[in-house]
């Protein structure tokens, strides 16, 4: 599950938590022009950088990408996801 919130002074945060017990927290950010929530340092068991990025955004898809990084400059594609609005 996760919660993202915007305000002018913090600009985007996401807490997110999942079945494992796992509690990341993301800021928001731009990696090669395209909206990101990255966690600021390693996280969880495997103490990895996790990020998501959003690309190719339009009025009704976007394709969301999962990344990890042993040190936050070399990033690993885990999986991606193609959004498409209901209607």
């Known amino acids: 599950m996760s919660v993202s919130a915007y305000n002018e002074h913090d600009g985007w945060r996401q807490?997110?938590?999942?079945?494992?017990?796992?509690?990341?927290?993301f800021v928001g950010t731009m990696v090669d022009g395209n909206p990101c929530f990255a966690t600021v340092g390693k996280?969880?068991?495997?103490?990895?950088?996790?990020r998501m990025v959003f690309t190719d955004i339009a009025?009704?898809?976007l394709?969301?990408?999962?990344?990890?990084?042993?040190?936050?400059e070399t990033w690993t594609e885990?999986?991606?996801?193609?959004?498409?609005?209901?209607?």
């Open 15 to 25: 807490t997110w938590v999942d079945q494992d017990a796992n509690y990341w927290a």
């Open 59 to 61: 009025a009704d898809t």
């Open 43 to 50: 996280v969880d068991k495997n103490e990895t950088y996790k």
């Open 78 to 87: 885990r999986m991606t996801a193609a959004y498409t609005r209901r209607g």
């Open 63 to 72: 394709n969301w990408r999962w990344e990890i990084s042993p040190d936050g």
